[in-house]
């Protein structure tokens, strides 16, 4: 991903810009991670996203905002992690869905009488990635079966119990490190506020992300492979590998099947679409953009209700 850098200072600064295709909805796409993030992680305030940062060993913190003027995001870096600052462009790039073309995926998904208006209403709507991949199939693991507030609740739970607090970081609401693969599978999680079959499930992933059994954040790794590989494992279904492979396997196509919200936008719209199978057939139709049809069917519910619905 080409980039501008700016200026790096004492190997403790940097500032680079990414360049995307208009249009683009910077506003929805930190509405949607603000939403799900893990509280003393990440944190979306004033139209810009932080997060601490650990990258080879070095610590830092990013700020990604758009540009006042130009088609592009503005990333500083402060701390060891600005000499990276070249090798970070790529994962921010596709942490916020950069390299789409919106107008391909719109021609696409603006044939189908459902989603015309959706895709008219919010033409810029990109799929949220995520920092990280074991952090967010946590996330997501968390999110099964319970309200997007009520799974930010647990999540923060996780971070304060098994996670690190940075001394003297300069930002309180990215003050925490999330906890590695290590941490979380070793960690006390009782009374966490989970059912203990998906404590189990957590725990099970960390295990296997930090033994390499499941390279999650492995650059290069096979991700129909990795998809396979959470399926077969306890407490993983479709929607949960759907999910993750919208935001953190950056798979375009991606749908979480038998998502409820998606099913009831669906039904909603088209009562002729009712059945399961009478909607398989028409998500067929996005192929294949049909991430892209999740994000809008869940951004027009949560225009009409206010509420953050999905995911």
Not at 150 to 155: H, V
Not at 197 to 218: F, S, Y
Request: aromatic fraction near 6%; proline fraction near 7%; charged fraction near 25%.
């Amino acid at each position: 991903m080409a980039f501008k850098m700016h200026s790096t200072i004492n190997n403790s600064y940097a500032t680079f810009e990414l360049p995307f295709k208009r249009p683009f909805d910077w506003t929805r796409m930190l509405k949607f991670i603000g939403g799900r993030a893990s509280a003393g992680v990440e944190s979306v305030e004033d139209n810009v996203y932080r997060r601490a940062i650990e990258w080879h060993g070095d610590e830092g913190t990013v700020e990604v905002r758009p540009h006042e003027r130009r088609h592009r995001l503005v990333v500083t870096v402060d701390g060891a992690a600005a000499r990276h600052a070249e090798a970070l462009a790529a994962p921010l790039a596709r942490m916020f869905d950069l390299h789409v073309d919106p107008r391909e995926i719109a021609r696409c998904l603006s044939d189908d009488p459902i989603l015309a208006p959706l895709v008219a209403a919010a033409p810029g709507l990109r799929v949220p990635g995520a920092w990280s991949g074991f952090e967010l199939v946590v996330r997501t693991i968390v999110g099964q079966q319970v309200s997007v507030k009520g799974a930010s609740t647990i999540m923060n739970r996780i971070v304060q119990r098994a996670g690190k607090r940075i001394e003297g970081h300069p930002h309180e609401g990215t003050a925490w490190r999330f906890p590695t693969p290590a941490e979380l599978a070793a960690a006390d999680l009782d009374k966490i506020g989970m059912p203990t079959k998906r404590t189990e499930t957590v725990q099970r992933i960390a295990q296997a992300v930090a033994t390499g059994a499941l390279p999650l954040d492995t650059p290069g790794a096979d991700a129909e492979q990795l998809k396979r590989d959470l399926l077969a494992m306890p407490g993983i279904g479709p929607w949960t590998v759907g999910y993750v492979s919208m935001r953190a396997l950056r798979d375009p196509d991606a749908w979480p099947d038998a998502d409820l919200v998606l099913m009831q936008a669906l039904a909603r719209r088209d009562p002729s679409l009712l059945k399961p199978a009478q909607q398989r057939a028409r998500t067929e139709r996005w192929r294949p953009w049909r991430a892209y049809a999740a994000m809008h069917l869940w951004n027009g519910v949560a225009m009409e209700t206010g509420l953050a619905r999905g995911g």
